[in-house]
């Protein structure tokens, strides 16, 4: 049941593998980088990159509204996709629904991912901004 606990613990548990090489680890590698990357700009443009990214992480974005808004077209368009997918032995139905499935799996996935990352973006740079507030 290992595959239900997510990407979190996924990450533990090659952290927790070989705990001599955690700061070269894969994936340290990237977030890393992002950081040395933020900490090398000036802080009054890593504000306006910090804005731009909540806007970002807080906009509704296209794969939502695609998502709610696609079978809303279907039912204007129900009387002619019944005549086209529903036609007597034809399996044009079951290749449409695989189709559907698996283009909103597919977008879903691609949001979320874009979101988790914009929320990283986000601390990572809100970090900075303290630190260097503090300092």
Not at 8 to 29: E, F, G, M, V
Request: proline residues 2%; aromatic residues 14%; hydrophobic residues 45%.
């Amino acid at each position: 049941m290992n595959f239900l606990r997510g990407d979190a613990h996924k990450i533990y548990r090659h952290l927790k593998k070989d705990p001599n090489n955690i700061k070269n680890h894969k994936y340290l590698r990237d977030i890393k980088e992002i950081q040395q990357f933020y900490e090398s700009i000036d802080s009054d443009i890593l504000k306006l990159i910090y804005y731009r990214l909540v806007k970002e992480n807080n906009g509704s974005g296209m794969i939502p509204i695609y998502v709610s808004s696609i079978p809303f077209l279907f039912l204007i368009f129900s009387q002619n996709l019944q005549a086209v997918l529903f036609v007597e032995g034809s399996r044009n139905w079951m290749i449409f629904i695989f189709i559907y499935i698996i283009g909103i799996t597919f977008s879903l996935y691609l949001h979320f991912r874009e979101k988790a990352w914009a929320a990283s973006h986000i601390e990572i740079i809100q970090d900075i901004l303290k630190n260097r507030k503090d300092d």
